[in-house]
């Protein structure tokens, strides 16, 4: 379809798009996780009450009550919490952290009994006050000492709790990241004790409360490097009978791994042992990806585990929104900073459908406000007519369009004649619209990449260019040549874009940073209808960023061209790398 065309049938399209990923809606019911995964595990949460935290227990409540069947303290059930000087004990805070899970039907989870990490001092010293592991001289005397109290640390905790704390990490994080031992030699419970302390607790563990599933609790669980030395130590520990009812997997992870391979051949193997499967401290940085892409992670990640459900009893995430996580700016939790949910709560909702649709689902596709910025209606994906809403579009000062939907206003009620669209996200002015507007369809529009894998030309080494349209994170066309050099993408037929994104070389397997002055510096955006007219339609100056990531007026386009003047940032230095182009739009038929 030629321009003249395209005006001949009145196809009118205005958009203001921007990518703000604002709160859709405010008056929907969040689903609730706990109750969507009722049949498969626990779904709990890593709760901050310590005296000196902020006390998530409180500025996260509606999201604790609302998701979470199990409840595991951040900080506050650690030996140098629960126990600062011997025969002193702690467990304020920790009982009413007990007490808000009884009262909500919640189990939980106690972590930890014995670790390396924030374990007091005392511990570890003989009757003159020296610390027994930085003797050059172990006495039998000083290690019964050692021994004598971990087991008596286990059975005040343990017995103080009950039935109320319904499993427990016995030991924690006790192998080593060197792959020359087993037991993480500097431990001062290796140390003190030797490393028979992990058989000594798990007994004493069992015996004080033999109701309670035991758990042995690691970070890297699923990492080549490490799963099978933890493999190793849980074997061996049930050969000799020792009580292990389970393996905590942390779960301490990244949008980029560790794969979804390593995760459940990690699973089977631990599974095989016959162990109980606990995802403990889960959380999934953002680093430098989107969150979008976070969300796919999580999904992805979710749906492996309810496929392992008959082993996997329990996923905990490792805080409950991003203004509250130990990863800090790396927002890995799936509320964030305003305890909104994000893509990635939406994501796990369920796991076979994108986030975007999951969303629309619960808040509705498209959102209406008034001037004062309130939300007076929401449509879900349909058609309607204007006469028949529950609302007017007189009150209408903007509009909110969920990610993967299409809102189209027509002229006339049988959505024949003049159509606006809205894309995304838009602000708009209200004036005229209920007069003009007769009828509304809200669509899903494709939120794949339209450019993947599609033919493609270059004016230098061509014979590469394919691997900036490939999906492969890893595979790059990266002309060394003098500029202005492009990259032509052929769509194979018309499409109205509303979106481009550009992978250069920060984004490379090697790199991983966000900015960078390798990155392209210079580059333009064009389209064409015939592959030989082209017009710009985003010019990019002066950048660093590893991904240009940038929203466009719907442009109709069946060509796109990468247009690079400026390769790098350095004079020195003038290699191009693109990693890939990807481009989004709907079919303009
Ligand atoms: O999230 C906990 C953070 O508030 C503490 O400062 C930190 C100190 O050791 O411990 C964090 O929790 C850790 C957990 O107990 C064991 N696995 C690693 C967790 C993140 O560091």
Redesign the pocket.
Request: proline share 5%.
């Given at each position: 379809m030629t321009k003249r065309n395209l005006a001949a049938v009145c196809f009118l399209v205005i958009v203001l798009v921007f990518s703000s990923s604002s709160v859709l809606a405010e008056n929907y019911v969040l689903p609730s996780l706990r109750e969507i995964y009722k049949d498969y595990f626990h779904i709990g949460g890593?709760i901050s009450v310590a005296s000196w935290a902020p006390k998530t227990l409180i500025s996260h409540r509606e999201i604790i009550l609302g998701q979470l069947s199990s409840l595991t303290a951040?900080?506050a059930m650690?030996p140098d919490y629960l126990q600062p000087r011997e025969g002193v004990f702690n467990f304020r805070e920790p009982d009413n952290l007990v007490s808000f899970a009884k009262e909500h039907g919640m189990v939980v989870r106690g972590?930890?009994l014995v670790w390396h990490?924030?374990t007091p001092d005392w511990f570890f010293r003989d009757k003159n006050g020296q610390l027994i592991y930085e003797k050059d001289q172990i006495t039998d005397e000083d290690r019964q000492l050692v021994i004598s109290r971990m087991e008596a640390h286990i059975e005040a905790v343990m017995t103080h709790f009950g039935d109320d704390v319904y499993c427990w990490d016995v030991v924690?994080?006790a192998v080593s990241d060197n792959a020359a031992y087993i037991h993480r030699p500097e431990s001062p419970w290796v140390r003190t004790i030797g490393e028979d302390f992990i058989k000594i607790a798990f007994r004493k563990a069992h015996e004080v409360n033999p109701n309670a599933k035991l758990f042995y609790n690691d970070?890297n669980a699923v990492a080549p490097y490490k799963r099978g030395r933890i493999h190793k130590l849980l074997t061996d520990l049930l050969a000799e009978g020792v009580p292990v009812h389970g393996i905590g997997i942390?779960g301490?992870w990244g949008v980029d791994g560790p794969s979804l391979a390593d995760i459940e051949q990690s699973i089977k193997m631990y599974a095989e042992l016959g162990l109980e499967i606990h995802i403990t401290?889960m959380d999934i940085g953002m680093g430098d990806f989107t969150e979008e892409e976070q969300a796919e992670r999580y999904r992805q990640v979710f749906e492996l585990f309810k496929k392992y459900s008959d082993v996997i009893t329990n996923v905990t995430l490792?805080g409950i929104a991003d203004d509250a996580s130990?990863r800090g700016d790396d927002d890995p939790l799936l509320f964030d900073r305003n305890h909104e949910p994000k893509p990635a709560f939406w994501a796990v909702v369920d796991t076979d459908k994108p986030w975007y649709v999951n969303k629309a689902e619960y808040t509705g596709a498209v959102i209406f406000k008034n001037a004062a910025g309130q939300i007076f209606g929401t449509l879900k994906p349909g058609e309607y007519k204007a006469a028949d809403l529950s609302f007017s579009l007189a009150d209408v000062a903007r509009i909110e369009v969920g990610t993967g939907y299409m809102m189209s206003l027509y002229e006339s009620e049988d959505r024949t004649g003049d159509a606006w669209h809205f894309v995304r996200t838009d602000l708009f002015d209200g004036a005229n619209w209920p007069d003009k507007a007769k009828a509304i369809a809200i669509r899903t529009i494709s939120a794949q990449n339209i450019a993947l894998n599609k033919p493609v030309e270059a004016s230098v080494l061509s014979e590469r260019a394919h691997r900036a349209v490939d999906g492969a994170a890893d595979t790059s066309w990266a002309p060394r040549a003098t500029p202005p050099y492009w990259l032509s993408v052929d769509l194979q037929e018309p499409y109205l874009l509303y979106r481009w994104v550009c992978k250069l070389h920060g984004t490379g397997p090697l790199s991983r940073i966000s900015h960078s002055p390798f990155n392209a510096a210079d580059f333009i955006l064009q389209v064409s209808e015939d592959g030989i007219n082209w017009t710009d339609v985003d010019v990019v100056e002066d950048n660093t960023a590893s991904t240009t990531e940038r929203d466009l007026d719907l442009i109709k386009a069946r060509y796109v061209r990468l247009f690079v003047t400026r390769p790098t940032s350095l004079e020195v230095n003038q290699n191009l790398v693109v990693y890939e182009l990807e481009l989004y739009g709907l079919p303009a038929e």
């Amino acid at each position: 379809m030629t321009k003249r065309n395209l005006a001949a049938v009145c196809f009118l399209v205005i958009v203001l798009v921007f990518s703000s990923s604002s709160v859709l809606a405010e008056n929907y019911v969040l689903p609730s996780l706990r109750e969507i995964y009722k049949d498969y595990f626990h779904i709990g949460g890593a709760i901050s009450v310590a005296s000196w935290a902020p006390k998530t227990l409180i500025s996260h409540r509606e999201i604790i009550l609302g998701q979470l069947s199990s409840l595991t303290a951040e900080n506050a059930m650690k030996p140098d919490y629960l126990q600062p000087r011997e025969g002193v004990f702690n467990f304020r805070e920790p009982d009413n952290l007990v007490s808000f899970a009884k009262e909500h039907g919640m189990v939980v989870r106690g972590h930890t009994l014995v670790w390396h990490g924030q374990t007091p001092d005392w511990f570890f010293r003989d009757k003159n006050g020296q610390l027994i592991y930085e003797k050059d001289q172990i006495t039998d005397e000083d290690r019964q000492l050692v021994i004598s109290r971990m087991e008596a640390h286990i059975e005040a905790v343990m017995t103080h709790f009950g039935d109320d704390v319904y499993c427990w990490d016995v030991v924690n994080e006790a192998v080593s990241d060197n792959a020359a031992y087993i037991h993480r030699p500097e431990s001062p419970w290796v140390r003190t004790i030797g490393e028979d302390f992990i058989k000594i607790a798990f007994r004493k563990a069992h015996e004080v409360n033999p109701n309670a599933k035991l758990f042995y609790n690691d970070y890297n669980a699923v990492a080549p490097y490490k799963r099978g030395r933890i493999h190793k130590l849980l074997t061996d520990l049930l050969a000799e009978g020792v009580p292990v009812h389970g393996i905590g997997i942390q779960g301490h992870w990244g949008v980029d791994g560790p794969s979804l391979a390593d995760i459940e051949q990690s699973i089977k193997m631990y599974a095989e042992l016959g162990l109980e499967i606990h995802i403990t401290e889960m959380d999934i940085g953002m680093g430098d990806f989107t969150e979008e892409e976070q969300a796919e992670r999580y999904r992805q990640v979710f749906e492996l585990f309810k496929k392992y459900s008959d082993v996997i009893t329990n996923v905990t995430l490792w805080g409950i929104a991003d203004d509250a996580s130990w990863r800090g700016d790396d927002d890995p939790l799936l509320f964030d900073r305003n305890h909104e949910p994000k893509p990635a709560f939406w994501a796990v909702v369920d796991t076979d459908k994108p986030w975007y649709v999951n969303k629309a689902e619960y808040t509705g596709a498209v959102i209406f406000k008034n001037a004062a910025g309130q939300i007076f209606g929401t449509l879900k994906p349909g058609e309607y007519k204007a006469a028949d809403l529950s609302f007017s579009l007189a009150d209408v000062a903007r509009i909110e369009v969920g990610t993967g939907y299409m809102m189209s206003l027509y002229e006339s009620e049988d959505r024949t004649g003049d159509a606006w669209h809205f894309v995304r996200t838009d602000l708009f002015d209200g004036a005229n619209w209920p007069d003009k507007a007769k009828a509304i369809a809200i669509r899903t529009i494709s939120a794949q990449n339209i450019a993947l894998n599609k033919p493609v030309e270059a004016s230098v080494l061509s014979e590469r260019a394919h691997r900036a349209v490939d999906g492969a994170a890893d595979t790059s066309w990266a002309p060394r040549a003098t500029p202005p050099y492009w990259l032509s993408v052929d769509l194979q037929e018309p499409y109205l874009l509303y979106r481009w994104v550009c992978k250069l070389h920060g984004t490379g397997p090697l790199s991983r940073i966000s900015h960078s002055p390798f990155n392209a510096a210079d580059f333009i955006l064009q389209v064409s209808e015939d592959g030989i007219n082209w017009t710009d339609v985003d010019v990019v100056e002066d950048n660093t960023a590893s991904t240009t990531e940038r929203d466009l007026d719907l442009i109709k386009a069946r060509y796109v061209r990468l247009f690079v003047t400026r390769p790098t940032s350095l004079e020195v230095n003038q290699n191009l790398v693109v990693y890939e182009l990807e481009l989004y739009g709907l079919p303009a038929e």
